[in-house]
């Protein structure tokens, strides 16, 4: 029998993830450095949620993540929504990850879309209409 391989992806901002997820020891590595090595503890934390959630299932699978673009709350961001796509997927035949996820936060499961509005040409910002001064 083949080894079970997930493969999940989360968008948010700029920034894209990719998300392995196959049997192992529970080891989650992130551009191939271990989650203990990323950078700010705040969004190391945001990183771990869909880890605790999961509870004991997630210690027994390893994940590796690539993530590129954008900055490191929308890296962090991505990289949580990559994880909690693919426990989810892995562990399709039981229903309570997903429900636990969803429960605790709508966004582990469901990419936010908004994006940076794109700069109108001829002006310097991105709003649609340029303001009148009148004095």
Known sequence: MSEKI?????????????ATLKKGKGNVLINHKPLGEFKTEMYR???EEPLIIAGDK?????????VFGGG??????????AIARG?????QNDKSIKEAL????????????????????NRSKA????????R
């Open 87 to 91: 426990l989810v997927e892995y562990f």
């Open 127 to 134: 709003r649609a209409k340029r303001q009148k001064s009148y």
């Open 72 to 81: 490191i709350s929308g890296q962090a961001q991505a990289i949580r929504l």
């Open 58 to 66: 997630a210690s027994k699978i390893d994940i590796d993540v690539n």
């Open 6 to 18: 997930v493969h999940s992806s989360g968008k948010r901002k700029m920034a894209i993830a990719r």
């Open 102 to 121: 969803e429960d605790y936060d709508r966004t582990l499961l469901v990419a936010d879309v908004r994006r940076k509005e794109t700069r109108k040409p």
């Open 45 to 47: 934390m945001k990183i």
